[in-house]
C-alpha cells in the first residue's frame, strides 16, 4: 500500500471515531449525563411535584449531596432526575419525600438511602412522598373553605326551604284552628248557651223559692233539730230498757239456735220427727187409709148406717 493510500485511511478512520465519539458526546449530553461528573444520577417517582425546580437541594439524611436535574411526567406521577455525590451510595429500598427548605421558602428532596445492603445501579428508579408545606395547607385550607361556603350555601338554601313549608304547613294549621275554634262558638252560641241560660234561671227559681219559704224552711229545720233532741233524751232516759230488750233478743236468739240444733239432731224426738223417713212413711199410710175410708164411705153410705135406726120428723110431730 502506498504512503498517501495509508494516510487518507489514517484520515477517514480519526474523523469516522472523532464523529462517533462527537455523537456520543451528544447523547450523553441530550439525557443529561456528564461522564466528567462528580455526581451519580438517579430517579425518583412521586404522584406530584408541586413547587420543585431544577437546581432546587437534594439531601441525604439531611446533608446537602446533590441537587434537582430534570423532570418527566408520566400519565399518573412524575420523575423527578436527581444528580447525588459519587461518594454516596443509595440501596434498593431507598425513599424520598419531598419538603421545604423553609417555612415558605423553596422545595428540596430528603433522600434516605436505606438499609437493604443491595446498591441501586446508576439511573435506578425508587418511590417518594410529597409532604406538602403551608402553601398546600393553605391550598387545601382555601379547597375546604370552598366546599363550605357551598356547603353553608345549600344548607342555606334547605333552610329557606324548611321555613317555607313550614310557614306553609302553619298557615294552614293556623287557618284550620281558626275553623275549628268558630265551629265551637257557632256550637256553643247554639247549644250551650240555651242551656247554660236554662239552669242560670233554674237557680234564680230556686233563689227565689228559698227566699219565699225561708221562714218554712227555718221552721223545719227547727222541728228536725227539737225532734232530734227529743228522740236523744228518750234513749238517754230508756237506754236501761234498751239494753234489756238487746240482751232478751240474744237470748232468744240463743234458744232459737239449740232448737235448731235439736231439730237437726236424729237422737231425739224432734230430731226423729224431722229426719225419721219410717214415721213419714206411716203418716202417709195413715193418711193413704182416711181417705179410703172415706171414698168408700161416700160410695157405701149403707154400708155403715145399715145398723144406725134413725127417725127424721120432718113435719114436728111427736115421731
Known amino acids: 500500500m502506498r504512503p498517501e493510500e495509508r494516510r487518507q485511511e489514517i484520515i477517514v478512520g480519526a474523523v469516522v471515531l472523532i464523529i462517533l465519539v462527537a455523537m456520543i458526546i451528544g447523547i450523553m449530553w441530550g439525557e443529561k449525563y456528564d461522564i466528567f461528573s462528580s455526581r451519580t444520577y438517579y430517579t425518583v417517582r412521586v404522584a406530584r411535584a408541586s413547587g420543585l425546580e431544577e437546581g432546587d437541594l437534594v439531601t441525604v439524611s439531611g446533608v446537602p449531596k446533590g441537587v434537582v436535574d430534570d423532570f418527566i411526567i408520566m400519565e399518573d406521577s412524575v420523575d423527578i432526575i436527581i444528580g447525588v455525590d459519587k461518594d454516596i451510595t443509595l440501596y434498593s429500598d431507598a425513599y424520598a419525600i419531598i419538603s421545604n427548605q423553609e417555612l415558605l421558602g423553596s422545595k428540596k428532596v430528603e433522600v434516605n438511602p436505606g438499609k437493604s445492603g443491595k446498591p441501586l445501579g446508576e439511573s435506578g428508579v425508587f418511590r417518594g412522598t410529597f409532604a406538602g408545606g403551608l402553601e398546600d395547607i393553605f391550598e387545601t385550607t382555601g379547597a375546604i373553605s370552598t366546599d363550605f361556603q357551598t356547603l353553608l350555601g345549600n344548607f342555606n338554601k334547605t333552610l329557606l326551604l324548611l321555613n317555607k313549608a313550614m310557614e306553609e304547613d302553619v298557615q294552614a294549621s293556623l287557618h284550620s284552628i281558626h275553623l275549628t275554634a268558630r265551629m265551637i262558638d257557632s256550637l256553643m252560641v247554639a247549644d250551650i248557651q240555651p242551656g247554660l241560660?236554662?239552669?242560670?234561671?233554674?237557680?234564680?227559681?230556686?233563689?227565689?223559692?228559698?227566699?219565699?219559704?225561708?221562714?218554712?224552711?227555718?221552721?223545719?229545720?227547727?222541728?228536725?233539730?227539737?225532734?232530734?233532741?227529743?228522740?236523744?233524751?228518750?234513749?238517754?232516759?230508756?237506754?236501761?230498757?234498751?239494753?234489756?230488750?238487746?240482751?232478751?233478743?240474744?237470748?232468744?236468739?240463743?234458744?232459737?239456735?239449740?232448737?235448731?240444733?235439736?231439730?237437726?239432731?236424729?237422737?231425739?224426738?224432734?230430731?226423729?220427727?224431722?229426719?225419721?223417713?219410717?214415721?213419714?212413711?206411716?203418716?202417709?199410710?195413715?193418711?193413704?187409709?182416711?181417705?179410703?175410708?172415706?171414698?168408700?164411705?161416700?160410695?157405701?153410705?149403707?154400708?155403715?148406717?145399715?145398723?144406725?135406726?134413725?127417725?127424721?120428723?120432718?113435719?114436728?110431730?111427736d115421731k
Open 197 to 317: 241560660l236554662a239552669m242560670k234561671g233554674a237557680l234564680l227559681k230556686a233563689e227565689n223559692m228559698v227566699d219565699t219559704k225561708r221562714e218554712d224552711i227555718d221552721t223545719i229545720v227547727t222541728n228536725l233539730k227539737n225532734a232530734s233532741n227529743t228522740l236523744n233524751t228518750v234513749v238517754e232516759e230508756n237506754k236501761g230498757k234498751l239494753n234489756r230488750s238487746l240482751t232478751s233478743l240474744d237470748k232468744v236468739g240463743e234458744d232459737l239456735a239449740k232448737l235448731s240444733k235439736r231439730l237437726q239432731d236424729p237422737k231425739n224426738s224432734l230430731g226423729k220427727l224431722t229426719t225419721s223417713d219410717s214415721l213419714y212413711q206411716k203418716l202417709d199410710s195413715i193418711s193413704s187409709n182416711i181417705n179410703a175410708i172415706v171414698i168408700d164411705l161416700k160410695l157405701n153410705p149403707k154400708k155403715y148406717l145399715q145398723h144406725v135406726n134413725v127417725n127424721v120428723d120432718m113435719f114436728g110431730g
